[in-house]
Nanobody, 125 residues
Framework: QVQLVESGGGLVQAGGSLRLSCAAS????????MGWFRQAPGKERGFVAGISWSGSITNYADSVKGRFTISRDNFKNTVYLQMNSLKPEDTAVYYC??????????????????WGQGTQVTVSS
């Protein structure tokens, strides 16, 4: 099973940017579908962005389209989430996820078998 470690979270003012990284170990993720999810206090974990194993296909939650960009570097075994124009409602713990499942337009937490420990993102108004 692949191990995932997120980094890059922190406190930022509204309108600012952060770049999250997800470093994988144990196995190469070059054939894995990768995703970012987030969970705010009192809410369920929800989909943010997903990327196919090749990086050629991506999808996003409507709430982050045009502001967030998911990318991957299979040589570095790392996935990224560039977050721009951050809003207070983006405040959450962000989790990286991996699975050998086929990429599809709708991805949910149940589709992924490997998870990181999460990184806190806090956006102040």
């Amino acid at each position: 099973q692949v191990q995932l470690v997120e980094s890059g979270g922190g406190l930022v003012q509204a309108g600012g940017s952060l770049r999250l990284s997800c470093a994988a170990s144990g196995r190469t993720i070059s054939r894995y579908t990768m995703g970012w999810f987030r969970q705010a206090p009192g809410k369920e974990r929800g989909f943010v962005a997903g990327i196919s194993w090749s990086g050629s296909i991506t999808n996003y939650a409507d709430s982050v389209k045009g502001r967030f960009t998911i990318s991957r570097d299979n040589f570095k075994n790392t996935v990224y989430l560039q977050m721009n124009s951050l809003k207070p409602e983006d405040t959450a713990v962000y989790y990286c996820a991996a699975d050998r499942t086929s990429f599809r337009s709708t991805l949910s937490p149940g589709d992924f078998g490997s998870w990181g420990q999460g990184t806190q993102v806090t956006v102040s108004s």
